[in-house]
Nanobody, 119 residues
């Protein structure tokens, strides 16, 4: 069964950097896109970034484009989210997710990791 486990969250100051990791297991992900989402208190979950497992094609939301970088290490079955110039509004629980390329629905989700950015 597919398992996604996030790590790397924490409390940082505004302007700092943080890298989140997602360990993926349970199947081959060649036909999948791996996404990062976040949910702040009282707000809906929002898309942050995604990367196709095989080709490495990336997509970003405009709010994080230029500050966040998504990458994957196929050999290690890891997906990363490098976050730079963090702002208090980036505070949220960050989730790793996976979807088949031919769908728009993410079927697999991790448990989330908390990122808190203090001003």
């Amino acid at each position: 069964q597919v398992q996604l486990v996030e790590s790397g969250g924490g409390l940082v100051q505004s302007g700092a950097s943080l890298t989140l990791s997602c360990a993926a297991s349970g199947r081959a992900f060649n036909n999948y896109a791996m996404g990062w989402f976040r949910q702040a208190p009282g707000k809906e979950r929002e898309f942050v970034a995604s990367i196709t497992w095989s080709g490495g094609r990336t997509t970003y939301t405009e709010r994080t484009k230029g500050r966040f970088t998504v990458s994957r290490d196929k050999a290690k079955f890891m997906v990363y989210l490098q976050m730079n110039s963090l702002k208090p509004e980036d505070t949220a629980v960050y989730y790793c997710a996976a979807r088949l390329l031919e769908t728009t629905t993410y079927s697999y989700w991790g448990q989330g990791t908390q990122v808190t950015v203090s001003s």
